[in-house]
């Protein structure tokens, strides 16, 4: 089992920037690539960011690519995305999710742990 816990979510104008972390506990943070997804009332839950374990290889969603960066620290067991340059748009739930593979998706069905989600809000 792998808890996933985010924070960093909260208020913010458009133009403005926010750092979410997601901390992993149990087993073996390492051997898990994670992604970002976000859910907007209403809407699916889509992909955002992902990270592998290994190499530190990312892939970004076109609607966030120059704007969010995924990273991670193993060593801390904490995997982030921060968030520059926000637009109201990128208001949502934003969910972190570990995958015990290297192998890139965007399918939620393919993560197999979830934090509760944070919410992230932009104002106009």
Request: a positive charge.
């Amino acid at each position: 089992q792998v808890q996933l816990v985010e924070s960093g979510g909260g208020l913010v104008q458009a133009g403005g920037s926010l750092r979410l972390s997601c901390a992993a506990s149990g087993r073996t943070f390492s051997g898990y690539s994670m992604g970002w997804f976000r859910q907007a009332p209403g809407r699916n839950r889509e992909f955002v960011a992902f990270i592998r374990w290994n190499d530190g290889s990312t892939y970004h969603a076109d609607s966030v690519k120059g704007r969010f960066t995924i990273s991670r620290d193993n060593a801390k067991n904490t995997v982030y995305l921060q968030m520059n340059s926000l637009k109201p748009e990128d208001t949502a739930v934003y969910y972190c999710a570990a995958r015990g593979s290297v192998v890139f998706t965007t399918s939620t069905l393919e993560y197999d742990y979830w934090g509760q989600g944070t919410q992230v809000t932009v104002s106009s």
